[in-house]
């Protein structure tokens, strides 16, 4: 460190204000171009102890909150007014208190309440407790005013007092500046802003200001007196350090070019260097480029007294073509190679590097032609001159005096990275940053890093600050960056930097554009939005569009996710006139962007396909003990035998709750209890019926218990049970003669029924349709004996018939199917494995009992894995459509099953009732599964517009699925546990949507056949769904409306391929389409698609229609 440098800042305003007050501290360009604004350093001090002595004393007076020392106020001044800014800096560092220098939070572009980022400014104001903002005069004039004449608080920020900086009383001449307790307290504040796009405060202390102003003076070698021209912003970055911290410290002249002015007269700092022979000039890589452009008022420039040109935005990758344009454009007007002085800095390390002014020798500067391909992949590989995929790199010069810097990997641990590897650049240095205000957790990941060794060992006991910038160390220390962390895009396991696209992309045309990347699929993928020109048609759009494409595919090798065009100045600005890129990609996101022309090309990006879970390669004692729980070890074949074995083991373990329509509880069955009544409903059967083993008895029940234990008391004397809808007591006219069908086709010898529907049976208007005397017997199970049987039936293999499954097609055809007892147990066992059902389980059932997949989780499930279901008549929901979920959520349910009509009732019912829901406590976050049970095509439409109803209470996307089963087998598919998450695929022209029906339940086989000519079908042809499974049915009992029906529906055989395996044939056309999705096995998914059912369809020109196409259509 020079002698003789001041003690610190406030040090050195006092000797600069005292010994050469009159010398000019700043002087301002007004819009004209004329540096008719001036402050000398007498000025300044002068100001700065009036604003320091009313901050401390005055403030408050009137009631309002006090400043003390340690405080933090805001400094918001407009960008062409650093006069008042310094003042107001220097007043905070005087008084101790922590300035915060901030935008002006007006955009007369967007409205005055909204800024582009304002608001996470506001946010940063109110976590750092700000109550005061300091101001000039006409920048408080000119803030929007409530009807009080108060400034009026602007969206998201915290309430302010404002105060005015200017026209202030002078300290009493005996006042001073109180001491510091510390110099290790903070000093000022940096608002940064993140990836994500929220705002942070990177505090300084007083220590690391000081550090920071010493090592500058030292690498750049200020001297006092000289004069340095900045056009940057000077409330942060390289503008604040250089142009008003390292200004006052050395005794320096700044001349500040406004950024409105620059857009006027691009030429205006050149003429200021020429005209006040300035020795430094602090600008970007724009400012250079602009004032090539400007070549009128070339011919009367000079640059010999330029000793030091700072290139702020050195670290970008095309600030190297703007300074090799600026050199050879301007050698002949004194500017000296050696001046151009390139430097990288971060928001929270601060300077990183810079290229030291009047080194000549080749050691000083470099550069380098690395291949865009390697560095995708993290390394840095050299690639010939004129290679079209090459990017050329010039140095920031060497690391800062005092410092040191380490490149570590960017992804996982900090370890340290080879040296042709590419990695973030880490300082160690008195002068960096030391926190983000209020943010430990990210201040200790990106202020505090250990560097590791290759072994893992620490490389030592200093800590380094992370850069942010990715980069690579050259010979001699020279430092060479060529991307930020900011704009990193990991796209298929290959980083690119957003500016290496942004230079593809204007090479293609010059235009404001901003390149950021989205998440989709566990990807990232890039987004390109660009300002059209005033006068481009929509054929010129598309034009540009193609050929940016190609030149990214080329240049890159990375495919463009969406491409949009939006009307000229139309994206969010930042102050100073950039593209404000977060706010930019926040409209995107929410879908307020409102492109002019999009271009989306998701098939040359989209080239993964999710993985919802990763393959466990080894099975851990947990994994065995849940298997042996879900799988279980079955001792029983019969569902008799399971239920008496039950009632032994678990008496009181309650099997079934049935709930009415104000979700109170009617009736629960025990193990125990559904026993007992089963033996007595037997007993009433083979002694009041006289029935022999092997009848077949009608169960006409409404959906509740009282039918389950019928079932089984069917089942224990050997008796075919067979399910019946009663008839409705207000339509009987439309529902008795179904009943009476069914009756006659299934051959039963014996109603079971209740008193109530027995009345109904024999009532006037059932008798005008069905005479009393044609019914069959009719026994009352509310007069069941009260006897136990002898002995419980066991049939003498599991083939044989265990109950009739009859059901009513769209078509009007009444069909039933035979279940074998096997079948029945296979089909228990693949749902208990599927869904991971067990005794502690509970499960809620919305669906009718009848037939099928409702019936058998209704009477059968319960008792074959002991599970608790819930059982919710339908007609409960007519009553009370919030019956259902009500329950769900009551129990904390985690699986339910429900039909289309329920699902239907609930979406119309409570449509506009959520809210009321939530604030009961509704809550469905528990719902693992939700699957309606159908034997047709999903309802996408029913399906999604439940799913988006009930997202507010918790119900998660991919909890609502659908089964799918059919005649010959009444479960083919069901979501489970494990399941990968629904597909939906699009067929045909027509983009015919169907949703994937959930994964095979275990054992199921299946085959897409010809349904003419019995072969196998391609991969992407509609045939036959054919199963093979445990659980298919027997056969068909008997078929009513369609005697054409024959065996082969349920052993039929391919004419080709495997030509041995017998098939049941599901009557439904679909395809099975391998995914990309993963099993719980590890292998990919396939996927069942239902398209409908063969026997609705219409045939028109030899083209097939389903009806729900034409119906929702």
């Known amino acids: 460190i020079p002698s003789g440098l001041p003690r610190n800042l406030e040090a050195a305003l006092q000797r600069y204000g005292s010994s050469t007050y009159k010398a000019s501290a700043i002087t301002v360009l007004d819009p004209s171009g004329k540096p008719s604004l001036n402050l000398s350093y007498g000025k300044l001090l002068g100001r700065a102890q009036k604003i320091a002595f009313c901050l401390l004393c005055k403030v408050g007076q009137k009631g309002e909150a006090i400043i003390r020392q340690g405080d933090r106020v805001a400094l918001v001044y407009p960008n062409n007014d650093p006069i008042s800014f310094i003042c107001a800096f220097y007043g905070c560092i005087m008084a101790g208190v922590v300035p915060v220098p901030v935008e002006v939070p007006l955009s007369k572009r967007v409205g005055v309440t909204h800024d582009a980022g304002g608001q996470g400014v506001g946010f940063l104001l109110g976590s750092l407790n700000v109550c005061w903002a300091l101001t000039s005069e006409n920048c408080y004039k000119g803030l929007p005013k409530s009807s009080s004449g108060e400034v009026i608080t602007f969206k998201g920020w915290p309430r302010l007092n404002w105060f005015v900086t200017e026209n202030l009383s002078k300290p009493p001449k005996d006042w001073q500046p109180p001491p510091r307790i510390s110099e290790d307290v903070p000093a000022y504040i940096e608002y940064s802003l993140n990836k994500d796009g929220s705002t942070v405060g990177v505090t300084t202390t007083r220590n690391t200001m000081l550090c920071h102003c010493r090592t500058l003076t030292v690498a750049a070698n200020y001297t006092e007196g000289e004069v340095m021209v900045c056009v940057l912003d000077f409330k942060r970055d390289v503008g604040l350090w250089h142009g008003i911290l390292c200004s006052v410290f050395n005794g320096m002249h700044v001349i500040f070019v406004p950024y409105s002015l620059m857009k006027v007269d691009p030429a205006s700092w050149m003429k200021m260097v020429t005209k006040y022979k300035a020795s430094v000039g602090v600008v970007k890589s724009r400012d250079m480029h602009w004032g090539l452009l400007a070549q009128k008022d070339h011919k009367d420039i000079n640059f010999s007294s330029l000793r030091l040109l700072l290139i702020a935005d050195g670290a970008n990758p095309w600030s190297l073509t703007s300074c090799d344009s600026f050199l050879s454009a301007f050698q002949s007007k004194g500017l000296r190679p050696e001046a151009i002085c390139p430097c990288a800095s971060s928001s929270e390390a601060f300077t990183v590097s810079i290229r030291r002014p009047g080194k000549t020798s080749s050691s000083a500067t470099g550069r380098g032609i690395l291949s865009m391909q390697g560095l995708s992949y993290g390394v840095v590989r050299v690639d010939s001159e004129n290679s079209l995929t090459s990017l050329t790199l010039q140095d920031c010069g060497q690391v800062m005096p005092g410092a040191m810097m380490v490149v570590i990997k960017l992804d996982g641990p900090p370890y340290l990275c080879k040296t042709d590897e590419v990695g973030e650049l880490c300082v160690c240095a008195g002068y960096t940053g030391t926190s983000y205000w209020g943010l430990q957790g990210i201040t200790i990941a990106t202020f505090q890093v250990q560097p590791l060794m290759a072994d893992g060992r620490a490389l030592g006991d200093k800590l380094y600050v992370r850069t942010g910038l990715i980069g690579f160390l050259g010979p001699g220390g020279l430092v060479f960056v060529c991307g930020s962390k900011e704009g990193l895009m990991q796209v298929s396991n290959r980083r690119h930097n957003t500016d290496d696209i942004i230079a593809t992309v204007l090479a293609v045309e010059p235009m404001k554009i901003a390149v950021f990347s989205i998440r989709v699929l566990r990807d990232e993928r890039i987004c390109i939005i660009a300002e059209q020109r005033p006068d481009c048609t929509e054929e010129e759009s598309f034009q540009w569009m193609s050929r940016v494409l190609q030149a990214v595919d080329s240049i890159h090798q990375v495919g463009v996710y969406c491409l949009a065009l939006v009307p000229p100045n139309y994206l969010p600005k930042t102050p100073l006139g950039g593209i404000h890129l977060h706010e ?281 894995s002991g599970h608790h279901s819930i059982l919710i008549p339908p007609s409960e929901v007519e009553a009370n459509p919030a019956v259902w979920l009500t329950a769900v959520s009551t129990y904390n349910v985690r699986d339910t099953f429900c039909s289309y009509g329920v699902m239907e009732l609930c979406t119309r019912g409570l449509g506009t009732s959520t809210a009321a829901l939530k604030a009961k406590g509704l809550n469905l976050a528990c719902v693992r599964a939700c699957v309606v049970v159908a034997e047709e095509r999903p309802r996408i439409q029913l399906t999604t517009s439940f799913t988006k109803l009930f997202a507010s209470l918790g119900l998660a996307p991919r909890a609502v699925s659908t089964s799918f089963g059919c005649r010959v087998n009444v479960g083919i598919c069901l979501q489970g546990a494990s399941c990968p998450e629904p597909s939906t695929v699009y067929v045909d022209m027509q983009a015919l949507r169907n949703d994937r029906v959930t994964l095979l339940l275990p054992g199921v086989r299946v085959a897409i056949a010809n349904p003419e000519t019995k072969g196998q079908c391609a991969d992407s042809h509609l045939g036959e769904i054919w199963v093979n499974s445990p659980h298919n049915a027997s056969g068909y009992f008997t078929i009513y409306g369609d005697e054409s029906l024959h065996h082969d529906h349920f052993e039929s055989f391919l004419t080709m391929g495997d030509t041995h395996t017998p098939y049941a044939r599901t009557g439904f056309l679909g395809f099975i389409r391998r995914t990309e999705l993963t099993q719980s096995d590890g292998e990919r998914h396939d996927a069942i698609f239902v398209v409908g059912s063969l026997d609705e369809t219409v045939m028109l020109r030899g083209m097939r229609y389903h009806p729900i196409d034409v119906e929702t259509s």
């Not at 569902?639 to 509880?665: C, G, K, S, Y």
């Not at 019926?689 to 169960?699: C, E």
């Open 584 to 864: 930019t990609k926040k409209k995107f996101m929410d879908g307020s962007l409102h492109p002019a022309n999009v271009l989306m090309c998701p098939h040359t990006c989209v080239t993964n396909l999710p993985k919802p879970r990763e393959v466990h390669p080894d099975i851990k004692p947990s994994a065995v003990h849940v298997g042996n729980i879900v799988q279980g070890a079955r001792m029983h074949q019969f569902l008799t035998e399971i239920l008496r074995w039950r009632a032994q083991t678990t008496p009181d373990h309650v099997l079934f709750t049935m709930l009415n329509a104000r979700n109170q509880v009617q009736s629960t069955l025990s193990c125990a209890q559904l026993h007992k009544r089963a033996e007595r409903i037997g007993c009433m059967l083979m002694e009041k019926g006289k029935l022999n083993t092997g009848d077949h008895v009608a169960l006409v029940f409404h959906p509740g218990v009282d039918l389950i234990a019928a079932f089984y008391g069917c089942l224990y004397v050997g008796c075919v049970p067979v399910t019946i809808r009663p008839p409705h007591p207000q339509n009987v006219g439309s529902t008795l003669p179904t009943v009476r069908m069914i009756v006659e086709v299934s051959k039963s010898v014996a109603i079971l029924t209740t008193a109530t529907i027995i009345k109904l049976l024999r009532s006037k208007e059932a008798a005008a349709i069905v005479d009393p005397k044609h019914w069959v017997q009719l026994l009352d199970t509310d007069e069941v004996p009260k006897r136990r049987l002898a002995a419980i039936y066991r049939a003498p293999t599991p083939e044989m018939m265990c109950y009739l499954d009859f059901s009513v097609s769209t078509t009007g055809m009444l069909a039933g199917v035979k279940m074998s007892h096997a079948s029945a147990t296979a089909l228990c066992r693949a749902q208990k494995l599927q869904c991971e059902l067990y005794p502690s389980r509970v499960v809620s059932l919305c669906l009718d009992p009848y037939n099928s997949l409702g019936f058998v989780l209704w009477c059968l499930s319960s008792v074959y």
